[in-house]
T-cell receptor, first 113, second 111 residues
């Protein structure tokens, strides 16, 4: 019973391509996120959705477009991939209650060549 | 804005006690969290301090002092499996739900 599952785990693609990463959570959490972890392991928030509504967009390029069809799913579509997009992308979910912690998916390692 | 600084690497031996510090500059936050991440794995939640003081969860304890803009994670009776990266994080009180992570500390536990 995976709590937050994201697919694919690995993604290797050429510059200029378009790709999507899918995320689903079965925890009943209200809020879902996309985080990017760079090669120095720095974790930075990209987007946050609460009950399907976008509430945070942290100055991410327009090539990145999240979509939340329902509160259990949050997908990330990336257009015109660039070398600098290579990173590990983590989906996460949480309840609004502070202190409960975030549950992260296993990550998608994106490599743009 | 928020910035959280951590030492880049800490080394220790099995059975020892190690403290990982987190100093921050932030305009305001609800609490300080700690996450563990093994190589190739996902960050996993360890602890949360809403108030100043020490929170203990088994071998791990976390401390917060808002007046000193400082917190730490204390790991006791170190085991090889504790080798991982550790991140402090704050939940800014901006009204929007998000976590801002520190720079991360890689802990290496040797036999």
């Amino acid at each position: 019973d995976t709590a937050v599952s994201q697919t694919p785990k690995y993604l290797v693609t050429q510059m200029g391509n378009d790709k999507s990463i899918k995320c689903e959570q079965n925890l009943g959490h209200d809020t879902m996120y996309w985080y990017k972890q760079d090669s120095k392991k720095f974790l930075k928030i990209m987007f946050s959705y609460n009950n399907k509504e976008l509430i945070i967009n942290e100055t991410v390029p327009n090539r990145f477009s999240p979509k939340s069809p329902d509160k259990a799913h949050l997908n990330l579509h990336i257009n015109s991939l660039e070398l600098g997009d290579s990173a590990v992308y983590f989906c996460a979910s949480s309840q609004v209650v502070q202190g409960d912690g975030y549950t992260f998916g296993s990550g998608t390692r994106l490599t743009v060549v | 804005g928020q910035s959280l600084e951590q030492p880049s690497e800490v080394t220790a031996v099995e059975g020892a006690i190690v403290q990982i510090n987190c100093t921050y500059q932030t305009s305001g936050f609800y609490g300080l969290s700690w996450y563990q991440q093994h190589d190739g794995g996902a960050p996993t939640f360890l602890s949360y301090n809403a108030l100043d003081g020490l929170e203990e969860t088994g071998r791990f304890s976390s401390f917060l002092s808002r007046s000193d803009s400082y917190g730490y994670l204390l790991l006791q009776e170190l085991q090889m499996k504790d080798s991982a990266s550790y991140f402090c994080a704050v939940s800014p009180n901006t009204g929007f739900q998000k976590l801002v992570f520190g720079t991360g500390t890689r802990l290496l536990v040797s036999p």
